[in-house]
């Protein structure tokens, strides 16, 4: 099999032209996080470092989204039996709910990144990603490969295979319907393939050229469905229907209708004793922090329980059994490390087999004599493990060993290397931290941990900075040899040479920030979301979950002759309300920033010019002028605008007032750019930073360009619109396209205030999820509509209050083929007349889905007036339904408008003008 990238990657050759074999597989040691969490933090840290050094054991979890991964599994085989974890997922989440912020798309798979990395903190895994996007909830296996393409998936899963290099791949899904989700389904299937395909140097030649090795697992597990088999078969949530129990394994290319038995089973619910909770309840935590699904995760009490996987492929001798574990079999002991090079078919090397003798005895030695009240006793023999490491590797790397035996074991005892060292400064009790300051005069924190400037969260290029590097020895023994910043591209950061090393005193750096320092912004990105999968910027980047931050800060110290050296992504920190000062990494941003608001607008319907405001934002004193880029025909006013700032921040907004020529077509979509000149540069981006209180921000860049088109809709006059923002969402700049200004109700609109003032209430997705006022008011809202109001009401995650009975049932429906036929039931009623006509072209053109949570039952007092569904899906009715209670109007719309509005869908805009226009008295 010779499979070769896609055309949208990057080429073999400038793959190969770019990396290096020790930096495209290894990961930067700087820490990122200034404050680890506490199961990393002192005896407990040391302890889980002992336990990790004893084996080489390694495996990785392949899955679809964040929040897929077995949490629980992946803690206890990390933390409580030492085992080098690792996480690849396929995407990013781009395509799920947010409960925590307006963020959608592209912006929602940065924070969903960003929630995942605070997650696997809590795993205690090593984190990768896939270059696929979630495009929505898919049905089937066929729907998700016909979008992301199988190769594209297959390249992700071997190259990170090859570079983490895991004894065992694991799954949680197993490539069949029980699975639930179509892009569940391709990591079942990929997982599997990818136990083949990464060790055949023919698949994917480009990564071997670019330094990588061929490296094949020894086991594959897929977790054991969740879902019985019965007298039906097997019921496949994705579609809602049952069907015939068949499971089919990728391996051996063989079907079976029996269930995967159950081969292995992890005891996540067991109690870990030094880390004082069970495994489980340590991953819910980590879980949890993907707040954006699910607003949070409850607790989880103590107690047994346990993960169940099966065995779907093994090359270990006598593994058709049930399993005592997944590396049941393998000698993943530190003298096993001799298997690499013998494979067990003939006696290791004498050299060899007495120095990992000697390994291993250093490592018994220390976890026999660790103290946590003395834990520098241990140092000696950790001291004296690093030297064998290295001194074996070296012998190694000399020594006419065959490959790739030769290569593999070496790469092993580098980790072990890295790990000893590790546990070295643990025990030592060595830190560091480093922070920009505004001076160097700042002593090291007085009585109380003072002494911390708040500091601006990003740089420029050619400004300079101060750091200050704090390090802490703990033991006695220990000196200080220097503290220094690096750059993390390979740009050269004038004024980063070596600091003293004084005593008992912390090293204040300089620095300037090169002068083509790019922005710290995301690697990956794609032209629209049209596009199910994100083009890359490198080879050496892909599979990480973002570029290393700009600068980092390292120490070396010196103890008994041996150099440890500890590295951190250099910091910022302000103060935020309720959590007091917050360190975040520095990060580098443009001089000069620009914004236009909206991004997405539909010219106005009275003919009147199309207001773009435009914001410039500077990170310095700067004056210049801003501009737009028109196309033919097209005119502003102004032509031209300055702005001036003495400081930081944002200059006044200009709004230009934009008009289209006579009789523009309403099939264009026409792209207006602004543009901010300054100091001879002309800057056309500006970014915004992704993220909520209590998670680390992400800066996300995006052109500063108005898209906008003639649309043919009509809405009644002087409306007068109340909204009810949810979890976020494009409906009420979509209500202003329309030239009406929804007023967004607080608690106490709802509550307490008149809402008669309004013709129309729109409640916003998810709304009932997190406004509980919501729920609260329906007696008001019920009095209001009888009185002649009108209520509409976008689509919600779970059963909500109506005038009449209405369910979402157990598991909502949803349709996601976004370009599955629309039947109109009702082509009279108003909703579907007034003031515009709406047809089945109007569901044309339509982007992701049609829509999510359409209702299962309803009373008779409502209406449904559309019919849509996937292929092989019952017929859904209950997505656009109305009802009259008393003289008003109450609609529940489940089709995902405010999906098509930000893409200027036009019959997404007819129909939200007719549901409107139904408030007018």
């Given at each position: ?806 369910t979402l049932g157990r598991s909502p429906e949803k349709v996601v083929e976004e370009s599955t036929p629309v039947k109109l039931l009702n082509t ?94």
């Amino acid at each position: 099999m010779n499979m070769l990238p896609l055309a949208a990657q990057n080429t073999a050759q400038a793959a190969a032209a770019e990396a290096t074999s020790p930096s495209i597989i290894e990961f930067p040691a700087a820490r990122e996080a200034a404050q680890p969490i506490a199961e990393d933090r002192g005896a407990a840290a040391l302890e889980q470092s002992l336990r990790q050094l004893g084996t080489w054991a390694s495996l990785m979890d392949i899955v679809a989204h964040p929040d897929d991964e077995d949490g629980g599994m992946l803690t206890y085989e990390s933390r409580g039996q030492g085992v080098r974890a690792s996480l690849l997922t396929l995407t990013r989440g781009e395509g799920g709910q947010n409960a925590m912020s307006a963020d959608t798309d592209d912006a929602l798979g940065i924070l969903r990144t960003s929630e995942l990395l605070r997650a696997s903190e809590y795993y205690g895994v090593r984190q990768y990603f896939g270059t696929e996007a979630d495009f929505g909830f898919s049905k089937t296996l066929e729907e998700a490969f016909a979008q992301w393409g199988h190769d594209r998936v297959l390249y992700d899963a071997v190259l990170a295979i090859r570079r983490e290099r895991p004894l065992v791949l694991v799954a949680t899904f197993v490539g069949g319907i029980t699975d639930g989700h179509g892009q569940h389904q391709v990591s079942g299937e990929i997982e599997q393939e990818a136990y083949t395909a990464a060790g055949d140097p023919k698949v994917f030649p480009d990564q071997i050229k670019a330094g990588l090795e061929p490296w094949t697992p020894l086991k594959v597990y897929g977790r054991a469905p969740f879902a019985p088999i019965t007298d039906k078969g097997m019921f496949d949530y994705a579609t809602g229907k049952w069907a015939k129990a068949r499971f089919y394994n990728y391996v051996t290319k063989t079907w079976s209708t029996a269930a995967p038995t159950a081969d292995v089973e992890v005891p996540t619910g067991q109690l870990d004793p030094v880390l004082g909770r069970s495994y489980t309840q340590i991953a819910r935590e980590g879980w949890g922090e993907q707040r954006s699904q699910y607003g949070g995760a409850n607790p989880t009490l103590s107690g047994d329980g346990g993960s169940k996987y099966h065995l779907w492929a093994s090359r270990v001798p006598n593994s058709e059994a049930k399993d005592d574990g997944f590396f049941a079999g393998i000698p993943t002991g530190i003298e096993g490390l001799a298997w690499l090079v013998t494979e067990g078919k003939s006696p290791a090397p004498a050299w060899l087999s007495q120095g990992l003798a000697a390994m291993a005895a250093q490592v018994k030695t220390a976890q026999s004599g660790y103290r946590v009240n003395h834990p520098e006793a241990i140092a000696p023999a950790l001291k004296a493990g690093l030297l064998t490491a290295a001194a074996l590797r070296q012998h190694v790397l000399a020594s006419t060993l065959a490959e790739p035996g030769k290569t593999d074991l070496a790469a092993e005892l580098a980790i072990k290397e890295k790990q000893f060292e590790t546990a070295l400064a643990e025990a030592l009790g060595l830190d560091l931290q480093a922070f920009t300051v505004r001076s160097g005069k700042s002593g090291r924190g007085g009585p109380f941990g003072g002494g911390i400037d708040e500091t601006p969260q990003s740089a420029v290029p050619g400004e300079p900075l101060l750091v200050k590097a704090h390090t802490n020895i703990a033991a006695k023994g220990v000196v200080l040899q220097r503290v220094w910043l690096k750059g993390t591209d390979d740009r050269a950061w004038t004024g980063t040479d070596s600091a003293a090393a004084q005593p008992g005193e912390d090293a204040t750096l300089k620095a300037i920030v090169p002068a083509d320092e790019p922005p710290t912004e995301p690697y990956f990105s794609r032209p629209s979301v049209a596009q199910p999968y994100y083009d890359v910027k490198s080879m050496m980047l892909r599979d990480r979950p973002f570029a290393p931050y700009p600068l980092e800060a390292w120490a070396e110290f010196e103890y008994d002759g041996v150099p440890i050296r500890l590295g951190e992504v250099v910091q910022t920190m302000h103060r935020e309300p309720g959590r007091g000062g917050v360190f975040e990494p520095l990060v580098i941003t443009p001089p000069i920033g620009v914004v236009v608001a909206p991004e997405a607008q539909i010219l106005p319907l009275d003919g009147t010019p199309l207001p773009m405001r435009v914001t410039v934002h500077t990170e310095q004193a700067a004056s210049g002028t801003v501009h737009l880029k028109l196309p033919e025909g097209w005119t502003a006013k102004p032509e031209q605008a300055e702005f001036h700032r003495t400081q930081l921040g944002d200059a006044e907004p200009v709004v230009f007032a934009v008009t289209p020529p006579p009789g523009i077509s309403d099939t264009e979509r026409i792209a207006i750019e602004a543009v901010a000149d300054w100091n001879g540069h002309a800057y056309t981006s500006g970014w915004r930073s992704v993220g909520y209180p209590g998670m680390r921000p992400y800066n996300v860049y995006q052109p500063a360009r108005l898209e906008t088109r003639h649309v043919n809709v009509k809405v009644a006059h002087g409306l007068r619109v109340g909204y009810v923002m949810g979890t976020g969402d494009s409906a009420p700049e979509a209500i202003k396209g329309l030239g009406i200004t929804p007023q967004m109700l607080t608690a106490q609109d709802l509550t307490q205030g008149d809402l008669s003032a309004w013709d129309v209430i729109v409640i916003g997705i998810r709304a009932y999820s997190v406004r509980p006022e919501l729920a609260a008011s329906e007696a008001r809202l019920e009095a209001y509509e009888r009185a002649g109001g009108t209520v509409i009401v976008q689509y919600q995650s779970g059963d909500f209050p109506a005038p009449f009975p209405l369910t979402l049932g157990r598991s909502p429906e949803k349709v996601v083929e976004e370009s599955t036929p629309v039947k109109l039931l009702n082509t009279d009623n108003s909703l579907l007349t007034t003031p515009n006509r709406i047809t089945p072209r109007d569901f044309d053109g339509w982007v992701e889905e049609r829509g999510h949570s359409f209702l299962d039952t309803w009373d008779t007092a409502y209406t449904a007036l559309t019919e849509t569904a996937d292929a092989g899906q019952n017929p859904q009715r209950g997505g656009l339904l109305v009802a009259h209670p008393g003289k008003g109007t109450y609609v529940y719309v489940a089709y995902a408008l405010y999906r098509q509005f930000p893409e200027l869908v036009p019959g997404a805009y007819r129909l939200l003008a007719n549901l409107l226009s139904a408030g007018a008295k």
